[in-house]
């Protein structure tokens, strides 16, 4: 699947608005289906141990790689496009009592700026979607990773030709639903860059969950704060907004879109002869 729109303005989108105060008053502290509860379930399922090295990719405000520090007692580095997501997240750091085992940086996911085998783990939630040149990423995620690492993915899944043309436009591709692949291609992605797929498990109702949650909060916000002087929903087209939701939610509701956990494997070299 290729999309009409040049990636580098895919990139900026994506990135000016997962940054923005807007999407952050609709998306509330995890900006991916499941929220925390399945950041912990992938967490488990990466058998993350304390003083493993682990990579959250598109780490939005910080709060995945805030739990894995504070919780499964991993260093971590988070990387993501958007300056003021870094800053917002090396902030919330320093307050959690974290900035000596949590660092963040502004980077590509198709172009991460670390050695060869630099990570036990790498992490990417809700993110690997919106990736223009996904097999580089892809590739990116397995050079980073050491042999033996694991990749933990969760990410929006669709079925080929099941979404109405408004959500594959730009709009789409912000909402995570645009260049979504199904379950299996995932996998194929993952696997033509050396890493094996052990793990693969749907969750479509954290996905149903988090759009119906979206479409609440777009409600509230029309009703009390939309318009009114420093609402972070100021200027925001929410009639706009509403209708995209309610063709998610259709969307949702037919199993042309749903939600998925995938865990992949960077194979042990074999020992020399």
Not at 21 to 39: K, M, N, Q
Request: glycine share 8%; aromatic share 4%; with cysteine.
């Amino acid at each position: 699947m290729t999309t009409p729109h040049p990636a580098e303005t895919v990139k900026a989108c994506c990135a000016t608005a997962y940054q923005s105060d807007a999407v952050a008053a609709i998306l509330g502290d995890s900006y991916h289906p499941g929220g925390l509860a399945l950041t912990r379930h992938l967490a488990r399922s990466l058998q993350l141990q304390p003083g493993m090295r682990v990579l959250d990719v598109a780490a939005g405000p910080g709060s995945t790689a805030l739990l894995l520090a504070a919780e499964f007692g991993c260093e971590v580095v988070g990387v993501d496009l958007g300056e003021r997501n870094v800053a917002r997240a090396r902030e919330a750091a320093r307050q959690a009592g974290l900035a000596d085992r949590v660092g963040f940086r502004t980077a590509d996911a198709e172009q991460l700026p670390f050695e060869d085998r630099s990570f036990d783990a790498v992490v990417c939630e809700c993110a690997f979607c919106t990736f223009p040149d996904k097999p580089t990423a892809a590739r990116e995620l397995a050079r980073v990773l050491r042999p033996g690492g694991r990749a933990g993915i969760t990410d929006i899944t669709v079925t080929p030709g099941g979404l109405p043309p408004d959500l594959t436009d730009l709009a789409g591709w912000v909402a995570c639903l645009a260049d979504a692949r199904p379950l299996e291609q995932y996998a194929e992605l993952l696997a033509a860059a050396g890493l094996r797929t052990g793990l693969a498990e749907r969750h479509d109702d954290a996905l149903r969950r988090m759009v119906e949650q979206i479409d609440a909060r777009l409600r509230v916000h029309r009703m009390t704060t939309a318009g009114k002087a420093g609402s972070p929903l100021t200027g925001a087209d929410i009639h706009r907004a509403l209708a995209l939701t309610a063709q998610a939610q259709r969307a949702v509701a037919a199993g042309a879109a749903g939600y998925a956990l995938l865990i992949a494997d960077k194979p042990k070299e074999a020992p020399a002869p």
